[in-house]
């Protein structure tokens, strides 16, 4: 059964660090996202992403953060200048329409730890 | 904006006897409800899902649901658990028309045999 798959699965990185964390959806889904988890709080949304633009982002998604598809299979999270607080798991998802009725399906995630 | 409330943060219970995890919500507009499993170190998986139509929504593992549009309510219940059901389970709303899903903090499910 096809899956997302995130990459690396745990990245350390020193504060002030740009970091990048990779994933590859669905071959044949159209809407990326990007979710955030903080240790012991809620699965919170940060962006979709949809024919190589945003199509909604949270109040989180501020100017240290950026999305790309760099290629046909790749969707990537680019933090420019980690914080302390950017310390959480992130969870990437696709599905293969936009409305969220559909399915969105989650990879395993990528727990950042910021020091 | 659309916001999840689930109360319990873990819920213990004996394997073979029932349980409820329960979810509330709140919107102003028309919403769509989803019940996620995560088990331990893998992602999140759409367990169930309210979209319109029957208020009771069921899985192919047991699970069931009710939409309660009075109570703001969208509990998870199941009649029989088992080891296999020890996961932690993400209530989510979205709103009509938007892609992103808002997630309550979530309600570990630890089956005792």
């Known amino acids: 059964e096809p899956e997302v798959t995130q990459t690396p699965s745990h990245q350390v990185t020193q504060m002030g660090q740009e970091v990048i964390l990779r994933c590859v959806p669905i071959?044949?889904?159209?809407?990326f996202y990007w979710y955030r988890q903080i240790l012991g709080q809620k699965v919170e949304f940060l962006v979709s992403?949809?024919?190589?633009?945003?199509?909604?982002k949270s109040e989180i998604f501020d100017d240290q953060f950026s999305v790309e598809r760099p290629d046909g299979s790749n969707f990537t999270l680019k933090i420019r200048s980690t914080k302390l607080e950017d310390s959480a798991m992130y969870f990437c998802?696709?599905?293969?329409?936009?409305?969220?009725?559909?399915?969105?399906?989650f990879g395993p995630g990528t727990r950042l730890t910021v020091t | 904006a659309q916001s999840v409330t689930q109360l319990d943060s873990q819920v213990p219970v004996f394997e073979e006897a029932p349980v409820e995890l329960r979810c509330n919500y709140s919107?102003?507009?028309?919403?769509?409800l989803f019940w996620y499993v995560q088990y331990p170190n893998q992602g999140l998986q759409l367990l169930l899902k309210?979209?319109?139509?029957?208020?009771l929504v069921e899985s192919i593992n047991g699970f069931e649901a009710e939409f309660n549009k009075s109570q703001t309510s969208f509990h998870l219940r199941k009649p029989s658990v088992h080891i296999s059901d020890t996961a932690e389970y993400f209530c989510?709303?979205?709103?009509?028309?938007?892609?992103?899903?808002?997630f309550g903090i979530g309600t570990k499910l630890q089956v005792i045999p």
């Open positions: 998802a696709s599905s293969p329409l936009a409305s969220s009725s559909y399915e969105q399906y």
């Open positions: 071959s044949n889904h159209l809407y």
């Open positions: 992403f949809y024919n190589n633009e945003i199509s909604e």
């Open positions: 919107s102003s507009v028309s919403v769509y």
């Open positions: 309210y979209l319109s139509g029957s208020t």
């Open positions: 989510a709303v979205s709103e009509v028309g938007y892609q992103k899903v808002t």
